[in-house]
């Protein structure tokens, strides 16, 4: 009996992911913050790669700088990752399949590196033709899956923010926001749902890693209570 009430007691439902606690509206406000602007830097970056390279156009009095080009392009990218980053962990708790798959930093930071390295690769590497650069880029991103998730809720995740995506990009095209060069696939290039399913499963396992640390912080200060 002595050893049952000598035993820490932890947050109710805090499993492998944050659920119920006391400052889990701060949590979340944080968390969305920081996945929000992680967004907006890999959007700067990776926007700048595909301006220099010409792969995507946007048009000439909208273009007055490399901040300012596109100034819609990170905020849309933050907000997506903000809202990408708090759905895998949330996804996975409603679901019952805690993803416990390489939960390190350095595993995140390398899925990050592997990420931009896609998006690298699109821009910079020559293939012969757009079906053979596709191929490639589809066998990339579902190694990135394999190598840092393998779960099924990150895979169809990243399955539908693809499709979704891809959708948007059409739609904004169509309607004359920017313009890909070399158009393969209706109006955008054919790879371009490979690096929206990359883009899913990096900033998921951001949120995820994210949200197992704000649980492990709890935890911690319970046993020190």
């Known amino acids: 009996m002595a050893e049952n009430d000598a035993t820490p007691t932890l947050p109710k439902k805090c499993g ?8 889990h ?5 944080i968390r969305g913050v920081v996945l929000f602007f992680i967004g907006v830097f890999l959007a700067l970056v990776l926007n700048l790669l595909q301006i220099q390279r010409n792969v995507t156009l946007f048009p000439p009095d ?3 700088s490399v901040f300012s080009s596109a100034w819609w392009v990170p905020p849309c990218c933050g907000t997506a990752s903000a809202v990408i980053g708090l759905l895998y962990p949330c ?4 679901l019952g399949e805690p993803h416990k798959f390489k939960r390190e930093w350095s595993s995140v930071m390398r899925c990050v590196a592997v990420f931009v390295g896609i998006n690298h690769a699109s821009a910079k590497v020559d ?18 899956w394999w190598t840092f ?11 539908g923010i693809a499709f979704l995506a891809t959708l948007v990009s059409q739609l904004l095209v169509y309607n004359g926001v920017y313009q890909y060069t070399s158009p393969d696939f209706l109006y955008v290039r054919s790879w371009l749902p490979c690096i929206f399913f990359a883009g899913g499963i990096t900033m998921g396992n951001i949120g995820r890693q994210l949200a197992m640390y704000e649980c492990k912080v709890i935890a911690e200060k319970s046993h020190e209570d």
């Open 91 to 94: 996804m996975d708790r409603h």
């Open 149 to 159: 998730d393998r779960s099924r809720s990150g895979f169809g995740l990243g399955i």
């Open 62 to 64: 909208v273009i007055t």
């Open 127 to 144: 293939f012969a033709n757009n079906i053979q650069l596709s191929l490639t880029l589809a066998a990339l991103s579902i190694g990135l």
């Open 25 to 29: 509206g701060m949590n979340l406000v």
């Open 16 to 23: 492998p992911y944050i659920s119920s606690v006391t400052s």
